[in-house]
């Protein structure tokens, strides 16, 4: 026997509808963007470059080397990621 609907889109029994059920595909999206971050390619150098002054056992003055090779390793990992 069907189940009777109320106006507001929910059974007497309080479920939802699946014709007022928001479609499953939307919430997943939904709550993964609020999970992201904002992208930021200078923060990503920073860290990057942090960690290499740190496996150099932080001897001074290779600050600008350490963020190039920061740079070129994760431009070339967005790169890699997107062809």
Same mark, same amino acid.
């Given at each position: 026997m069907p189940r009777k609907t109320s106006g507001n889109g929910t059974t007497s029994r309080g479920k939802k509808t699946a014709a007022s059920a928001e479609p499953t595909g939307m919430r997943v999206v939904s709550e993964v963007r609020k999970n992201l971050k904002p992208f930021s390619l200078e923060e990503e150098i920073r860290v990057r470059?942090? &960690?290499?002054? @740190? &496996? $150099?056992? #932080? +001897?001074? #003055? +290779? &600050? $600008? &080397?350490?963020? @190039?090779?920061?740079?070129r390793e994760v431009v070339a990992r967005y790169q890699a990621c997107t062809a």
């Amino acid at each position: 026997m069907p189940r009777k609907t109320s106006g507001n889109g929910t059974t007497s029994r309080g479920k939802k509808t699946a014709a007022s059920a928001e479609p499953t595909g939307m919430r997943v999206v939904s709550e993964v963007r609020k999970n992201l971050k904002p992208f930021s390619l200078e923060e990503e150098i920073r860290v990057r470059a942090y &960690e290499i002054y @740190l &496996e $150099r056992k #932080g +001897s001074p #003055g +290779s &600050e $600008r &080397e350490d963020w @190039l090779n920061a740079e070129r390793e994760v431009v070339a990992r967005y790169q890699a990621c997107t062809a």
